[in-house]
């Protein structure tokens, strides 16, 4: 047996100190030296193992491979860390075998070389990482529902949305909605509320995602029945309904702005009123487009606000936009914004082509203005043409 008494007594504490267990074998495969933590992994006491060959410690069926693998590693030792040597088996006193992780460092003695084995029992830890595995399996089967879910509810909201075409007598509409998230917060439509009087709309809940959609959706789904009811028959009227019958949340401090229309074709009189959000812009057929007045508290601030509404002709040839936050407050790199600046400047880039293409273009102008095409909130933008009968 190797003595260990002209050890310093410095190394002596420092392998005591060492978090791992430790055993110090000679080239012969006999354990010479094993610290105090060696009982906690193996069972034995530190005594009873020196002297004996190292394989006490390992499976029998896995001794003669133990035994090649430390006659290899004595013709080229060399330190190896944790992690380095896979899918080794410890053997308790007991004969429980546990995975063990060991790392091995060589050093030169008055006897020869040796070989300082630490070993950690990695039962817990294998436990614990099956335990990871597993649960991150359930989470991304959950992710994937979760993915079908609002890949459904998104194919659901854009359901609810102006057809193309959408077979207004009159009027040609087209549009661009693109949430940040699969779902959003904007919500709009246009149609024919009686024969010769189209209404549209478009609302912007705060925030976006899940939250923002889920009233969204209920919202577009009370419009579609709504407008024909007489104390409603208004734009500002309606408005000051939805006030009344959304009010803010305080637990959640959601609401939504909006903006409605009503154009009465035999007349080319359109009336609007806004409740927080901007005016339309309006694009006259030969002539420059401006960006129409609007004033009022989003929907359900205060009970009683009244909304004001405004007056506009419309001719054949003549173009309205509207337009959510996400247009105009989409961000360059300067933290500037695109705003009704940048709108109007597309609009009057486009106002000679169709529809549609000013529409896109507008997108476009907001990617150019942003250096990138992701965006950080909704963007819509809904766009409608008298057309001649």
């Not at 075409?165 to 699969?182: F, N, S, T």
Request: proline share 6%.
């Amino acid at each position: 047996m190797t003595d260990t008494g002209h050890w310093t007594r410095s190394t002596l504490s420092l392998l005591e100190t060492m978090p791992d267990a430790v055993v110090v074998v000679d080239a012969a495969g006999r354990v010479v030296y094993a610290n105090r933590l060696i009982e906690q992994v193996f069972g034995y006491s530190p005594d009873a193992l020196v002297g004996r060959s190292v394989e006490i410690l390992v499976p029998e069926e896995a001794r003669r491979r133990h035994q090649r693998q430390r006659t290899d590693y004595g013709q080229a030792p060399a330190a190896r860390p944790m992690g380095t040597i896979s899918h080794v088996l410890g053997l308790h006193k007991s004969g429980r075998e546990f995975p063990a992780d060991i790392s091995l460092s060589p050093i030169e003695s008055d006897e020869g070389w040796l070989v300082i084995a630490a070993v950690r029992d990695m039962t817990d830890r294998h436990r614990i990482e099956a335990a990871l595995r597993e649960a991150n399996e359930e989470l991304g089967q959950a992710n994937d529902k979760l993915g079908r879910d609002l890949t459904a509810a998104a194919r659901i909201q854009k359901s609810l949305l102006p057809g193309r075409p959408a077979g207004i007598p009159g009027v040609e509409v087209d549009w661009i909605y693109e949430p940040c998230e699969k779902l959003g917060g904007d919500s709009f439509n246009a149609f024919e509320i009686t024969a010769g009087l189209i209404g549209f709309y478009l609302l912007d809940v705060t925030g976006h995602g899940t939250v923002a959609a889920l009233q969204s959706v209920a919202l577009t789904r009370v419009l579609a029945s709504t407008w024909t009811a007489e104390e409603r028959s208004s734009p500002a009227q309606l408005i000051k309904w939805l006030n009344a019958e959304f009010p803010v949340d305080p637990e959640i401090w959601q609401y939504f702005t909006f903006l409605c229309g009503m154009l009465d074709q035999a007349t080319g009189t359109l009336r609007y009123a806004c409740a927080g959000h901007p005016g339309p812009i309006h694009v006259p057929r030969g002539g420059p487009p401006t960006a129409l007045g609007g004033a009022g508290l989003p929907v359900g601030f205060f009970a009683n606000a009244e909304y004001d509404e405004y007056k506009v002709s419309l001719r054949p040839g003549d173009r309205l936009y509207l337009y959510s936050d996400g247009v105009t407050e989409a961000m360059n790199g300067e933290h500037e914004d695109f705003g009704i600046a940048g709108l109007v400047e597309s609009l009057t880039r486009t106002q000679e082509s169709p529809l549609d293409d000013t529409v896109q273009e507008v997108r476009r102008a907001v990617g150019r203005w942003r250096g990138r095409e992701e965006l950080d909130d909704d963007l819509t933008l809904l766009a409608m043409e008298v057309v001649a009968p």
